[in-house]
């Protein structure tokens, strides 16, 4: 908790063994982009929308990284 570099590489682990499981790749993706790989990040998060569409916290996730939707500056 707290550090999500390091939930990174396990979670690459768990595709390997489930690639078509939208929920690990959407793991990844939030570790990344709480990691500041803004670029892999989006990348985990599009696969994992590719066979789940509708995976809403993907697609929030995604739109964060993006600017859409982002919270305001302070």
């Known amino acids: 908790l ?8 396990p979670f690459r ?5 489930s690639p ?6 959407f793991l ?4 990344l982009a709480k990691a500041g790989k803004t670029e892999e990040a989006a ?3 599009g696969e994992a929308l ?3 569409p509708q995976h809403s916290q993907a697609r929030y996730q995604l739109a ?3 600017g859409v939707g982002a919270p305001p500056p302070r």
């Open 2 to 9: 707290g550090r999500p570099g390091e939930a990174i590489e």
């Open 13 to 17: 682990a768990a595709v390997v063994g």
């Open 20 to 25: 078509l499981d939208p929920e690990r790749h």
């Open 28 to 31: 990844i993706g939030a570790a």
């Open 43 to 45: 990348a985990a998060l």
């Open 50 to 52: 590719r066979p789940n």
């Open 64 to 66: 964060r990284l993006r």
